[in-house]
C-alpha cells in the first residue's frame, strides 16, 4: 500500500502541471499529507521532490522544452532577436501582438508552489532525520523561488501560497506587491543556499539544485532589479565554488556534468530533448559534419543576429551556414539553392553522435560559468563604468571564443561597454533562455521591436495575466498595465 501511495503521490505531483484553468491560483488537494502518513522515509520524500523536479524537464509541457508555448526556455528566446521562429510567427511570436491568452501557461505553476509549501510544513513534522529534513527543505525552498522567479518573469508579481495554515482557504487577494514578492524569493534562497549541496558535478546528485544555481537565481533577481550592490557579492561567491570554462565552447555541450555547467536539465529515453527536430529542415541530412535526422524546420538563428560573430569566432562551430540535403545536394547561405536557410542559420548547440542527437538523449544546459563571469562584468560596468576588472572578466568568455575585442571603443563609456555585453550575451548565451531578460534589463529589446517595425511598447516588458484568472477572481486580481 505505501509502495502505491509513493506512485500515486509522485505522479500527481507531475500532473499537477497540467491542471485545467477552472481553479489556475489554488492548490488542488488529492490527499491530506501529514506527519502521521507521509512522508515516513526517505524514498518517499524524494518521490514527492521528483514531482517538483519533473516541471524543470525539457521534453513535452516543461519549462526547458524547445518548442511548447507553456516553455519559459522556448518563449524566452522566440520573442527576441536570436529566434526566426516559424511556428510562432502567426501574429503573436517577436511579432509583439500576443493576445491575452496567448503566453499564460506558466500560470500552471502556482499550485505546484502551494504543493512546495506543503511539503515544507509536512516535513518539519515528520519523523525522518533532521539532516534530511534539512537538505529536503533547502531543495524545495529552492525549486519554490525558482518557479516564483519564472512567472515573476513574465507576469510580475502573481499570488503564490506560500502559508501553509491558509492552504485551504478559497477566498482571492490582490496581486501582492513587487517588493513583497521579490522578498519572498529572497528569503527562500537566502535561506537554501547554507543547507544545499556544494557542486554536484559528476556525482550521483547530478541534476538536483545546488549551492550555486540558487545563487545565479539570487544574483539575476538582483540584477533584473538593478539592485548591482546587491548582485554584486552573490555573484562573486559563485566565482569560489570551483567552476571553470572549458577551453572548448563546443564541448559545453557535449560533455555532461562537465566543470562549467552549473545545472542542466537531464535527459533520458523517456525525458528526450526536443531542440534537434525543432530546428532541424525537413530535408536535412547532415551538417557540421553529423548525420541528422529530418526535423521540422521551425527555428533557425535570423542571419542579422549570426553576422554579430566575428568569422572566426568559434562559438560559430555550433551553427551551421550549409547542409547536405537527402538528395545529396548542399545547401548554402545566399547560394542559388539554399533550401531551408533563407529562414536563417541552424543553431546546433549539441554536435553529438547520430545515437544522440536522434533519439534527443543529452541534457539541456541552463545553468553555466560563462553567465557568471558576464553578469559580474556587468554587475561592475553598472557599478563603476568600463574598468579593468569588468574588461578582465569578459574577456575570459570572449578569449576562448576567438572573439576580438575592439578595447577604446567597447570601454569608452558605460553605455558602449552595456552595448558590447548585450550582443557579447547573445553570442554566448544564444537559445538558452536568457535573452529576453538580458535586452530588457539592457533597455534593448523594445527598441529592437520597433526597429522590426513591431508594435513594441513598453507594456511588452510584461506579458499580461490570462482573462480566465481575472475572471476566476472576479476582477480582484489585477491585469498588467497596457493590457
Not at 502541471?17 to 526517505?42: A, D, H, I, R, Y
Not at 512546495?116 to 531543495?139: C, G, M, N, R, V
Not at 533562455?433 to 521591436?449: L, S
Request: aromatic share 12%.
Amino acid at each position: 500500500m505505501k509502495k502505491i501511495l509513493v506512485t500515486i503521490t509522485l505522479l500527481l505531483c507531475i500532473c499537477v502541471n497540467f491542471m485545467g484553468c477552472k481553479k489556475q491560483l489554488e492548490p488542488e488537494f488529492f490527499s491530506q499529507l501529514t506527519s502521521n502518513n507521509f512522508p515516513k522515509t526517505e524514498k518517499d520524500a524524494n518521490a514527492i521532490l521528483t514531482g517538483f523536479y519533473a516541471n524543470f524537464r525539457h521534453d513535452w509541457m516543461g519549462l526547458y522544452c524547445a518548442i511548447t508555448r507553456t516553455s519559459w526556455r522556448y518563449l524566452s528566446s522566440t520573442v527576441t532577436d536570436e529566434v526566426n521562429d516559424r511556428w510562432n510567427a502567426d501574429g503573436m511570436g517577436n511579432s509583439f501582438n500576443w493576445g491575452a491568452n496567448t503566453y499564460g501557461g506558466l500560470f500552471s505553476l502556482a499550485p505546484v508552489v502551494a504543493r512546495t509549501t506543503e511539503f515544507i510544513a509536512t516535513i518539519d513534522q515528520s519523523p525522518l532525520p533532521a539532516s534530511l529534513k534539512k537538505s529536503a527543505t533547502a531543495e524545495t525552498k529552492c525549486l519554490r523561488a525558482w518557479m516564483m522567479f519564472l512567472m515573476y518573469d513574465f507576469y510580475g508579481p502573481v499570488n503564490v501560497r506560500l502559508d501553509p495554515t491558509k492552504l485551504a482557504d478559497t477566498s482571492y487577494a490582490p496581486r501582492p506587491s513587487k517588493q513583497q514578492y521579490m522578498d519572498w524569493m529572497v528569503k527562500d534562497l537566502t535561506e537554501a543556499i547554507p543547507d544545499l549541496l556544494n557542486k554536484t558535478n559528476g556525482t550521483a546528485s547530478w541534476g538536483k539544485v545546488n549551492k550555486a544555481l540558487a545563487s545565479m537565481l539570487l544574483m539575476k533577481i538582483y540584477m533584473n532589479d538593478k539592485q548591482w550592490d546587491k548582485a554584486k557579492p552573490v555573484a562573486e561567491s559563485i566565482l569560489n565554488m570551483g567552476y571553470s570554462l572549458l577551453p572548448s565552447y563546443k564541448e559545453v555541450f557535449i560533455q555532461e556534468g562537465n566543470n562549467e555547467v552549473i545545472w542542466a536539465s537531464p535527459s533520458g529515453i523517456n525525458v528526450p530533448s526536443r531542440h534537434m527536430p525543432c530546428s532541424t529542415p525537413w530535408n536535412i541530412k547532415s551538417m557540421l559534419g553529423q548525420n541528422v535526422d529530418q526535423g521540422w524546420g521551425g527555428q533557425f538563428v535570423p542571419w542579422d543576429f549570426y553576422d554579430r560573430f566575428q568569422a572566426a569566432d568559434k562559438r560559430l562551430e555550433t551553427i551551421a551556414i550549409e547542409y547536405i540535403a537527402v538528395d545529396n545536394t548542399v545547401k548554402k547561405r545566399n547560394s542559388p539553392d539554399w533550401g531551408e536557410l533563407w529562414q536563417g542559420a541552424i543553431a546546433f548547440k549539441n554536435v553529438l553522435s547520430y545515437e544522440k542527437n536522434s533519439t534527443g538523449n543529452f541534457s539541456t544546459v541552463a545553468f553555466r560559468y560563462a553567465d557568471v563571469l558576464l553578469s559580474l562584468s556587468e554587475i561592475e560596468n553598472e557599478l563603476n563604468g568600463p574598468t579593468p576588472k569588468a574588461l578582465e572578466l569578459a574577456k575570459q568568455v570572449t578569449d576562448r571564443a576567438g572573439h576580438i575585442i575592439n578595447v577604446p571603443v567597447v570601454t569608452a563609456t558605460k553605455n558602449s561597454f552595456r552595448n558590447f555585453l548585450s550582443n557579447e550575451r547573445g553570442r554566448e548565451l544564444y537559445w538558452e533562455g536568457w535573452r529576453r531578460q538580458d535586452m530588457i534589463r539592457m533597455g534593448t529589446w523594445i527598441p529592437w521591436g520597433l526597429s522590426k517595425g513591431f508594435a513594441a511598447e513598453a507594456k511588452h516588458v510584461l506579458f499580461p495575466i490570462p482573462p480566465s484568472i481575472i475572471n476566476e477572481s472576479r476582477g480582484i486580481i489585477a491585469q498588467n498595465p497596457g493590457y
